[in-house]
C-alpha cells in the first residue's frame, strides 16, 4: 500500500486521519462529546473512554511481548509519518479504532463508526508504518476487548 495510489491530498488526509488515532484520541473525542450532548447514552460514553484506554494498554503490552520491527521500505518509499515506538505488531491505531466503534455503537450508529475504524487502520499499511497483518491483528484485539466489557 504504501507504493501505490498516492496522490498529495490523499497523503495529507491519511496523515491527517493518522494523527487523530494517536493513543485512541479521536475515539475519547467522540466519547466526550456524547457525554456532554447525550444525557441518556452517558454511561456509553464513559465506558467506551475506559474500553479504549484499556485497549491500549492491553496493544502494547502484546506490542512490547512480540516485538515485531516496523517495515522497512526501499529508500524510495519511507514512512510518511513518525512513529512513538519501532514495535509494529499490532497496530494501536487498529485496535483502539475497532474497540471504540464497538463500544460507542451501543450509543451510535454503527456503520459511520466501523467507516471510520476501517479507514484509520488503513492508513498504516498506507503511511509505510504496519504491515497489514498488524492491522488485522489489531483489529481482532480491539473488537475482543469491547466484546468482553461491553454488556
Known amino acids: 500500500m504504501r507504493s501505490r495510489g498516492h496522490w498529495p491530498t490523499l497523503e495529507a488526509a491519511a496523515v491527517r486521519l493518522a494523527w487523530t488515532g494517536e493513543n485512541g484520541l479521536v475515539w475519547h473525542a ?4 456524547g457525554l456532554l450532548l447525550h444525557r441518556r447514552g452517558r454511561p456509553h460514553y464513559r465506558r467506551a473512554m475506559w474500553i479504549v484506554l484499556a485497549t491500549l494498554l492491553a496493544n502494547t503490552a502484546v506490542k512490547q511481548t512480540v516485538r515485531r520491527a516496523r517495515p522497512v521500505l526501499e529508500e524510495e518509499f519511507p514512512a510518511l509519518v513518525p ?4 514495535r509494529s505488531y ?8 475497532f ?12 456503520p459511520p463508526l466501523y467507516a471510520l475504524a476501517a479507514a484509520m487502520a488503513l492508513t498504516r499499511p498506507y503511511l509505510g508504518v504496519h504491515y497489514p497483518s498488524d492491522i488485522l491483528a489489531g483489529a481482532v484485539l480491539g473488537d475482543a476487548f469491547a466484546r468482553l466489557a461491553t454488556p
Do not use: E, F, Q
Open 90 to 97: 499490532p497496530s494501536a491505531h487498529s485496535s483502539t479504532s
Open 99 to 110: 474497540a471504540g466503534a464497538r463500544a460507542l455503537g451501543l450509543a451510535l450508529p454503527r
Open 30 to 33: 467522540i466519547a466526550a462529546g
Open 83 to 86: 512513529v512513538i515506538s519501532g
